[in-house]
């Protein structure tokens, strides 16, 4: 099993910044590839970013290019999501997931966590 725990989430004004964390435990083969699904009410869930934990590669959306970073620290076995010139149309509940593989597809991520809110206005 795989335990993900995220934090960080909060409110910002349009152009701020929020970084997410995501501290992950559990076997370790199960959460090679880790990331952030991001879901509007309504909305599907929707891909943002993930990051293979072994070798560094990541994903991110066209959405978020430029602005989102993941990076890891694996001494802390953390995964964070930097957000930058956040808009409001990122306003979402962002969860952390993690697999054996990066998916493209939502439904495809085996381990999920609790979620934390992301607000921004205008």
């Known amino acids: 099993q795989v335990q993900l725990v995220e934090s960080g989430g909060g409110s910002v004004q349009a152009g701020g910044s929020l970084r997410l964390s995501c501290a992950a435990s559990?076997?370790?083969?199960?959460?090679?590839?880790v990331g952030w699904i991001r879901q509007v009410p309504g909305k599907e869930r929707e891909r943002v970013a993930d990051?293979?934990?072994?070798?560094?590669?990541?994903y991110y959306d066209d959405s978020v290019k430029g602005r989102f970073t993941i990076s890891q620290d694996n001494f802390k076995n953390t995964v964070y999501l930097q957000m930058n010139s956040l808009s409001p149309e990122d306003t979402a509940t962002y969860y952390c997931v993690a697999d054996s593989m990066c998916a493209a597809l939502a439904s495809q991520w085996a381990y999920w966590g609790q979620g934390t809110q992301v607000t921004v206005s205008s």
């Open positions: 559990g076997n370790t083969y199960k959460r090679v590839c």
């Open positions: 990051l293979y934990t072994t070798s560094g590669h990541t």
